[in-house]
């Protein structure tokens, strides 16, 4: 329940409030993070009890903390951000009162609480999935002031921005980074998808930094994403070679050696930015099982239309959709799919891939793609499912008017 406030799309929704002694001004002496791929807890220890209220904030998404009454003390200092954490920061508002600000790499649930009653101690606030090494506390309940109805939550998309960090991905002869274009096609993207009602994006990474395989599918899960979007830039030595291809996990080996080549290019990443080889599943072949498959065709579906939208607006190297092991598309539950937007390694399309005006129109037809997609085929609970009722009693109606 407490998910859909951070899947509604609102600017803000106030959570909760945390009462207990209002008299005496509680110190902040030390604040720890724990954080990993899908959630984080965040260990405050105060000198005594202090009224808190916890809000979230969008673009970026935030998870605020206000201290009333409460102060830091000498030498305290944030802890590296870490994990879905991508920034931490607090300071002093008028009144007193004490601001924690987590920023995340996308919208978690929140919750906080004492670890243990009575006055002051450690307050604990627990974002998404908390690692397990987080501290097992009696959360206090945090209830949505302005949830929405049952049944009009957005539908969410993961958009993945491919490559980031010490891997810069494929490179353009005029030295652009692939891991750049995809951010700034990402970010536009994302845009378009939270412009249209009903739908709502998160990205794995709104910045410059090295994610694995895995982390990125574990980011969409943390936000419970109805589908997975990852964004690429395609390279091959023959500069002649233009156009967009859409990319879906095989159940039979690849669609083309071509596309083969592509994946095994993609999915060493995690290698040649020195993850531990232990440490990730690129090199493993990928176990298509009956629950995949069907996965795997309701990917096939939504990257047609994508495939179909990119056609209006371009060359695509691709007319169908393509097959290949990629690990990043290896989620079981959500449909995901991959895209090459343009070959970096043409110098023309490499030009346009660095023009803001041609990654949003990548943007807008990908975004469209995946709205038709979601329109004809809407997930049960959602605003899409529940406009498609009422145009279909409106339809009925229609026709039984003489
Ligand atoms: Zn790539």
New binding site residues.
């Given amino acids: 329940m407490i998910r859909k406030v951070f899947r509604a799309g609102f600017a803000a929704g106030v959570i909760g409030l945390g009462a207990l002694s209002l008299t005496q001004a509680a110190e902040l002496r030390a604040i720890q993070l724990s954080s990993g791929a899908q959630g984080a807890q965040l260990t405050l220890e105060l000198s005594a009890g202090a009224t808190h209220k916890l809000f979230t904030l969008e673009h970026p998404d935030r998870v605020v903390l206000d201290l009333a009454h409460t102060h830091l003390a000498g030498g305290v200092r944030a802890p590296a951000p870490s994990g879905v954490v991508s920034e931490l920061r607090f300071g002093s508002q008028p009144g007193g009162t004490l601001r924690v600000v987590v920023q995340l790499t996308s919208a978690l649930a929140a919750r906080s609480g004492w670890a243990a009653a009575g006055e002051g101690g450690q307050l604990l606030l627990t974002l998404g999935a908390a690692p397990a090494a987080a501290v097992d506390a009696a959360p206090r309940a945090v209830r949505a002031v302005h949830a929405p109805g049952e049944g009009d939550r957005n539908v969410v998309i993961a958009v993945d921005a491919?490559?980031g960090g010490q891997d810069p991905?494929?490179i353009g002869h005029g030295g652009t980074r692939?891991k750049d274009v995809t951010l700034a096609i990402a970010r536009a993207l994302a845009q378009r998808i939270n412009a249209e009602p009903g739908m709502r994006a998160v990205l794995t990474r709104d910045r410059d930094e090295f994610l694995e395989l895995h982390d990125r599918i574990a980011r969409a899960h943390a936000a419970r994403a109805d589908m997975f979007v990852s964004v690429?830039?395609d390279s091959i030595s023959d500069r002649s070679i233009t156009g967009a291809s859409v990319y879906v996990l095989s159940v039979h080996g690849a669609s083309s050696e071509a596309a083969r080549w592509l994946a095994e290019r993609?999915n060493a990443s995690d290698l040649s930015a020195g993850a531990r080889p232990d440490d990730q599943d690129a090199l493993e072949p990928v176990l298509i099982d009956a629950a995949q498959s069907e996965i795997i065709g309701v990917s096939a579906s939504a990257a047609e239309r994508v495939v179909s939208a990119l056609e209006g607006v371009g060359e695509l190297r691709k007319a169908q959709v393509q097959r290949a092991g990629f690990v990043v598309l290896k989620s079981r539950t959500i449909p995901s799919m991959l895209i090459e937007t343009a070959y970096i390694s043409n110098p023309t399309e490499e030009r346009r891939l660095k023009s803001t005006r041609e990654q949003a129109r990548l943007a807008d037809a990908i975004a469209g793609g995946v709205r038709s997609y979601f329109m004809q085929n809407p997930p049960d609970g959602t605003r899409f499912k529940q406009e498609r009722r009422t145009l279909a009693s409106a339809g009925g109606a229609a026709t039984a008017t003489p």
């Fill in positions: 491919g490559h991905g494929a692939e690429h830039a993609e």
